[in-house]
Every structure is written in structure tokens, then in C-alpha cells.
């Protein structure tokens, strides 16, 4: 579960340039949506600011005209000159304001524009979005009275080109600073996030380590108070993993021992008792086949299947012995057990050929790295007859240089089971899903387990996978400096 978390961080971790495109993304899409906004806000506001010029504009027109009216009625001024724009022309308003004027009095009808934009250099799209937010265009009517009496109607509008040019200035204005402003943004997020994944580089390093066993590694702290509380947690899990580990490991090594007392303890009582009743049994038979006096048919044929049964039982007794405790260590070498294991599979079965090939090491193998060896060995030669449906397995045991000094155990078979890589974490899963779901295969998930549990003991590395034969390669690597550990 702990080494689960861990893989769970450290892949985590490995999204990171993925996170800083994530943020550049949200950068510069917030950026467009508030340059958006404000857009539609400046032209929102520029066109009220026309709006308001051109109501004042037509509220002005509205009073000069009825001034002149008024002039003309009293003879101060020519009806001829009616309207008169002059005025209006000479008090300078903004670009664009075109004045209108239909008379119903006989009155000559006259226009007046201010002119329009001098420049015209708004983009289409720009034309396009904002026809389609102010689609009408600012005009306004009103009727020009005077004594109860409709003299005409005076009509006040801006000039569209002009309307869209005053627009643009002022969008494009702001576009520009919204456009500096997300840059710049952009450049110290990059700089931020240089200084913040420089932490997380080294996060993930530390946990890179972490995984492959270096659980005393420990990741430096961080001035931003978020990354050192990730770091301090990650250190303090891993210092309980250690601790949990070690005394995991402490268990397991009381645990073996005291096994391995109980088989000694178990083996000496076989072999002292039933072994020694056996023995007396096939003197007593021996001696009953030897006697002078004759025998009945029937009495000599119960005395030949006695002596067949005390056979097969000290048969069984020797392999019962062998696989209790590996009584052959103690008076033969490894290579010389192994031969002997090897051989006595083969002599009592033909269904699976072992054949071992065994490389003298270099360097002496402990006493109890050599016992584990055995032990693996010989479990791996049960798994393989009882669960691989193999003809043919090799069994080679070397001294090899790297990944690191050490000696590697193998095991390969052309058996139609082939297991796919397992972690130490997986080999456990591994083994419970067999055998919650297929009991026949409850020793050899159990035999994995008790596998990287010897190993685990010796640092050493183990892994499974399909072998260059078609079905199973176990493989197994101890560190030489392991023995102090194993010993």
C-alpha cells in the first residue's frame, strides 16, 4: 500500500510539463475572455458616448432652429436664410455629426455634415462584431414647432464610418494593453514556475530514488511553505516505510529461524524414531526371509509386500527429511546438494527433465545465503513440475559484475504458464488473487510469496517474466555486501 502512495506521487510528479502548459492555457484563455469583455465594455461605452453626444447634439439643433424661427417671424432675419447651418458650423462639434432638416412650410430643406473619419482602418471582423452588438444605427427625430404650428422635422445622425473608427481607436487601445499586460503575465509565470518545478525536480528525484529502495534518502526542504510540507510528508513516510520495513525484515528473520528449528527439531524425531523403527522392521523382515525353517506360501508372500511397504516408507521418509531441512548442506557443498536434488527430481518423475548448470563462485557463498539459495531452488523445482506443465527446465546458479557484485539464481522452462514482470508489491497481489480465485494454484502463489521473502531478506532483486523457452523465467540476484544483512 505504502509503495502504491509512492508510485501514485511520483507519477504525479511526472505531469509537470504538462501542469505548465495547463496554466500557460489558462493564462492566456483568461486573458482572451477579459480581453473579450472589456472589448464588448469599451464598445459598449463608446457607443453611449456617442449616443449622449448625439442627443445633445439634436436637443441643441432643436433650440437654434426655433431661435431662427423666431427671428425670421420678427423680420431680423431673410426666410431665405432658414435653416441657417452657419452658426452650427462655426461652434466646431466632433467628426461625423450630420444634421438634417425636412421642412413641411415651404422652407428649403437642407443638410449639413461635419464630415467623416479622415482614417478608415478598422479590421472586417471588427466592422462585423460590432454591426452585429449595435446593429441600429444613431439617429433621432424630432418636430420643429412653433405657435401650435409643425414647421418640419429636424433629424440628427453620426456619420456610421465615423461611429466605427471612434470605436475601434478606443478598442484597440485597450487591446494592445491587455495584450502587453497578458505577455508580461506570461513571463513571470514562467519564471515562477522555473523557480517552483526546480523544487519539484528535485521532489521527483527523491522519489525516483525512494522506489528503488533507498528509503534513508531523504528530499531537501523548500522556502515555499507548500512544497516543504509535501516534502517533510514524503520524508516522514518514508522513514516509517524504513522503520516498517526493518521490522518486517526482523520478524521474518525470527520467523525463518524458528522455522528452521521446528524442521531440525521435526527432522531428528523422524529420523531417530521412525527412521530407527524402519530399520528395526527391515532387520526383523531381513531375518524372517533368512530363517532355516520353512514358511507357508501365503506367510512368504505377506512378508515380501512388508518389506515392499518398509521401502517405500523409508523412502518417503528420506524425501520428507530432504524437504524438511536440507540435511545435504551440512555434509556436501551447494553444488554438490543441488546435483543431488537435481538428480533425485529426475529419477522420480519423467514428466520435467531438470538439468543444472553451476558456475563455482568466486566469492564464497555464507551459510545462510547458501540455505536460502537451496530453499528457493527446491521451490522452484516443486512449482515447476506441479503448476507448469513444462518437459524441460534449466537451473543455473553464477557469480556476475553487474548491475552489482553478486550471484544470480535462474530458473527457465518451456511450460505453457509464462507470468508476466512482478513487483515486490505485485508478487503479493499476485499470489492472493490465485489463490482466492483458483485454489489449485495455492502453493504456487504461496511459493512466490516465500520467494521474495528470502530474497527480501538478502536485498536482493526478483522477478518473473516469460522466459526465451516459451513458458517461466524466474530470476534471482543477491548482492555480495547482502550476506551481513542475511547472516
Known amino acids: 500500500m505504502v509503495y502504491s502512495c509512492f508510485y501514485s506521487v511520483h507519477d504525479k510528479l511526472m505531469k509537470r510539463h504538462k501542469l505548465q502548459t495547463y496554466l500557460f492555457a489558462l493564462v492566456i484563455v483568461s486573458g482572451v475572455l477579459s480581453m473579450t469583455l472589456m472589448s464588448l465594455f469599451v464598445i ?33 432675419d431673410p426666410p431665405g436664410r432658414f435653416p441657417d447651418f452657419g452658426l452650427w458650423q462655426r461652434s466646431g462639434h466632433f467628426d461625423g455629426l450630420c444634421i438634417q432638416y425636412t421642412s413641411f412650410q415651404g422652407y428649403a430643406s437642407r443638410g449639413w455634415c461635419n464630415g467623416a473619419a479622415d482614417e478608415q482602418n478598422w479590421p472586417k471582423w471588427f466592422e462585423s462584431f460590432y454591426r452585429y452588438l449595435q446593429p441600429e444605427p444613431l439617429l433621432y427625430r424630432r418636430a420643429l414647432e ?24 478606443n478598442t484597440q487601445h485597450l487591446l494592445m494593453f491587455m495584450l502587453i499586460s497578458i505577455c508580461l503575465t506570461c513571463v513571470l509565470l514562467l519564471l515562477l514556475l522555473r523557480r517552483l518545478l526546480s523544487t519539484l525536480d528535485a521532489t521527483h528525484r527523491g522519489l525516483a530514488t525512494m522506489v528503488e529502495g533507498q528509503l534513508n534518502h531523504r528530499i531537501p526542504s523548500s522556502r515555499v511553505q507548500e512544497w516543504h510540507n509535501l516534502n517533510q510528508g514524503i ?18 528473520i525470527k520467523m525463518l529461524n524458528l522455522q528452521d528449528s521446528e524442521r531440525r527439531h521435526i527432522c531428528r524425531e523422524l529420523h531417530d524414531e521412525l527412521g530407527q523403527a524402519l530399520t528395526g522392521l527391515s532387520a526383523v523382515t531381513q531375518s524372517l526371509s533368512q530363517s532355516p525353517e520353512p514358511m507357508a506360501a501365503a506367510s512368504q508372500e505377506k512378508l515380501l509386500q512388508i518389506q515392499d511397504i518398509n521401502r517405500h516408507l523409508k523412502t518417503s521418509l528420506q524425501r520428507l527429511l530432504l524437504d524438511l531441512r536440507p540435511g545435504l548442506l551440512d555434509e556436501m557443498s551447494l553444488e554438490e546438494s543441488l546435483n ?17 548448470f553451476y558456475q563455482a563462485p568466486a566469492t564464497p557463498m555464507p ?8 530453499r528457493i531452488t527446491q521451490e522452484c523445482l516443486t512449482n515447476t513440475f506441479k503448476h507448469s506443465g513444462a518437459g524441460y527446465a534449466a537451473i543455473s546458479l553464477s557469480e556476475v559484475n553487474a548491475p552489482a557484485p553478486g550471484w544470480c539464481l535462474s530458473i527457465i522452462d518451456d511450460g505453457a504458464i509464462a ?26 502463489g504461496q511459493g512466490l510469496l516465500g520467494i521474495q521473502e528470502r530474497v527480501t531478506l538478502m536485498n536482493g532483486e526478483f522477478n ?24
Open 44 to 76: 459598449d461605452r463608446s457607443h453611449k458616448t456617442a449616443e449622449d453626444k448625439v442627443q445633445h447634439a439634436i436637443t441643441v439643433v432643436h433650440e437654434r432652429f426655433g431661435w431662427q424661427l423666431l427671428r425670421v417671424e420678427n423680420r431680423l
Open 146 to 169: 412653433h405657435n401650435d404650428d409643425t414647421f418640419g422635422e429636424v433629424e440628427v445622425f453620426l456619420d456610421p464610418a465615423t461611429e466605427l473608427q471612434q470605436a475601434w481607436d
Open 235 to 252: 520524508n516522514n513516510l518514508a522513514e516509517q516505510l524504513d522503520h516498517t520495513l526493518e521490522q518486517r525484515n526482523q520478524l521474518l
Open 340 to 356: 543431488k536434488l537435481v538428480l533425485q527430481w529426475n529419477q522420480q518423475q519423467d514428466q520435467v527433465f531438470f538439468e543444472l
Open 367 to 374: 551459510p545462510a545465503i547458501t540455505d536460502n539459495v537451496f
Open 419 to 444: 507470468l508476466k514482470s512482478l513487483s515486490r508489491e505485485s508478487v503479493k497481489q499476485e499470489s492472493l488473487r490465485q489463490t482466492s480465485s483458483r485454489p489449485e494454484n495455492d502453493h504456487a
Open 464 to 487: 518473473t517474466q516469460q522466459s526465451e523457452l516459451g513458458g517461466l523465467a524466474l530470476r534471482v540476484f543477491i548482492p555480495i555486501a547482502s550476506h551481513r544483512a542475511a547472516s
